[in-house]
């Protein structure tokens, strides 16, 4: 059975930075595609950054030149870097996995979910 495990964010003034990780388990390898989504109370879920396991990832337009995706080891774990925080960066984040050929920004891609961590940033 895959799982995800988020861990990080926390709460931090608006031009700061946070990281996120995610931790999948349960592949017999690695996942095809890994991202991060958010969202936040009465909205639908968010693609903010995807990642091939070789090739280069994809981002959302506003956290583009700010947020940082990354895959490390075997390939079984992800960090989120984020800078330059705003208050609308706030949401809960979820880390999402998948093994379809190509990674995109949208939900119906992904087939594991983690429980999600929030994100809090004050101006």
């Known amino acids: 059975q895959v799982r995800l495990a988020e861990s990080g964010g926390g709460s931090v003034q608006a031009g700061g930075s946070l990281s996120l990780s995610c931790a999948a388990s349960?592949?017999?390898?690695?996942?095809?595609?890994m991202a991060w989504f958010r969202q936040v109370p009465g909205k639908g879920r968010e693609g903010v950054a995807a990642?091939?396991?070789?090739?280069?990832?994809t981002y959302a337009e506003s956290v583009k030149g700010r947020f940082t995706i990354s895959r490390e080891g075997d390939g079984n774990r992800m960090s989120l870097q984020m800078n330059s925080l705003k208050p609308e960066d706030t949401a809960m984040y979820f880390c999402a996995s998948g093994d379809r050929a190509i990674c995109t920004l949208q939900m119906d891609y992904y087939n594991a979910w983690g429980q999600g961590t929030q994100v809090t940033v004050s101006s």
């Open positions: 349960g592949y017999s390898g690695n996942p095809a595609c």
């Open positions: 990642i091939p396991r070789y090739t280069s990832p």
